[in-house]
């Protein structure tokens, strides 16, 4: 770092809290939030789901283990969730100025000048995610000394249309055919569909696949209000229709509860870390989960054909559903959580269970 500017980070509250530079030295301006996760920032930076969002993370110490380099697997960046970082700007206690691990090819800070992201550490990370505990997350600005900007809200934006491929894609060459709908499709997803012997064809946000030959469908992860993606919720209530099976992450789960009829709302700081416990409903069973979200199901409206799948243990937010009759279901947390808790990876075995007994029975 050739050079450290003195900036300042002030909420739509009015609080200001100054600290010094990293990465660009730019304005930047969206919605704060915060993630409690260890480790695993170099996931979390490129997360479509952070788009139009500045990242406070509460783990003390960034930057040690440096950032992953470009190589790549299956035309994915092997060591990102996508091609570019998503969040507007990268608020931390304390910078590492030296990094080791690996594979680290680049420093966090050269990391972030390289993709245009301002960061700043020195803040007191515990007092600002106190007030977004107490106040809920709020907007604001990241403006280095004589450079100020204005506040930007990305919550009255459709964030998936900016994150979203503009055409297919086809990854793999296996003998399950996937129609993945990419709202912010995270490539571990990708990954792990592509071990279960399966062709993903990723399609846009509002592409109607309807005409298309597929054995499942698939609804990713993905930033903003879910009430936006309208062309995306048509095409999944045409697709309950059916019986082709159906899996949801995240964004996904909203979208298809909202096809359903059920209602989503936005939660007052979001659940965004890699230890959420939810509870397997109808069961003792407790899963520790990675996630990344700001709304969230209604379990209240959703209609009679369908329950919930997972509930928060801390909360008791909806953490997925499932349909009564159809192999359609969904979950809010992540299981190809990456880095984070692994234990329901296993919810992608169900999903291409349910595809080979669906094709099995229409032969």
């Not at 990094?99 to 803040?123: M, Q, R, T, V």
């Not at 298809?256 to 009829?261: D, E, H, I, Q």
């Not at 700081?269 to 003792?284: D, F, K």
């Amino acid at each position: 770092m050739s050079s450290i500017t003195s900036v300042k980070l002030t909420l739509e509250d009015g609080s200001i809290y100054h600290g010094k530079s990293f990465g660009k030295i730019i304005p930047s301006a969206g919605e704060v939030v915060f993630n409690t996760a260890m480790t695993g920032y170099p996931e979390s930076l490129t997360d479509p789901s952070y788009r139009g969002q500045i990242l406070c993370l509460t783990y003390p110490l960034v930057g040690n283990y440096g950032a992953p380099g470009v190589e790549e697997e299956n035309d994915m960046y092997k060591f990102h969730e996508s091609s570019s970082i998503h969040i507007s700007g990268l608020i931390v206690s304390d910078y590492s100025f030296e990094y080791s691990h690996w594979n680290a090819s680049e420093s966090l800070h050269d990391w972030l000048e390289k993709h245009n992201i301002p960061g700043l550490f020195g803040i007191d990370t515990r007092a600002l995610t106190k007030r977004l505990r107490e106040k809920g997350s709020m907007l604001g600005k990241i403006e280095p000394e004589g450079n100020e900007t204005t506040f930007y809200d990305p919550n009255k934006v459709n964030l998936v249309e900016e994150v979203s491929i503009d055409k297919p894609v086809t990854y793999g060459k296996g003998k399950y055919k996937i129609i993945l709908v990419d709202c912010g499709v995270k490539y571990n997803i990708i990954r792990n569909l592509l071990e279960r012997d399966t062709t993903i064809i990723r399609v846009p946000w509002d592409y109607d696949y309807h005409n298309e030959e597929f054995d499942g469908l698939f609804f990713s992860n993905g930033p903003g209000d879910p009430k936006m993606c309208t062309p995306t919720i048509s095409n999944i209530k045409k697709s309950f229709e059916g019986n082709i099976p159906l899996f949801g992450i995240c964004l996904g789960n909203q979208l298809m509860a909202l096809a359903a009829g059920a209602d989503t709302y936005k939660l007052k700081y979001g659940h965004r870390s890699h230890n959420q416990p939810v509870l397997q409903v109808g069961t003792e069973r407790a899963y520790i989960t990675s996630q990344n979200h700001g709304f969230a199901v209604n379990n209240e409206t959703l209609p009679r054909e369908w329950s919930p799948l997972f509930i928060n243990v801390n909360d008791n937010t909806n953490e997925g559903m499932k349909h009564e009759t159809k192999p359609f279901f969904s979950t809010q947390f992540h299981p190809e959580a990456s880095g984070g808790p692994t234990d329901t990876n296993f919810l992608f075995d169900i999903f291409l269970d349910n595809i080979k007994k669906h094709k099995d029975s229409n032969r």
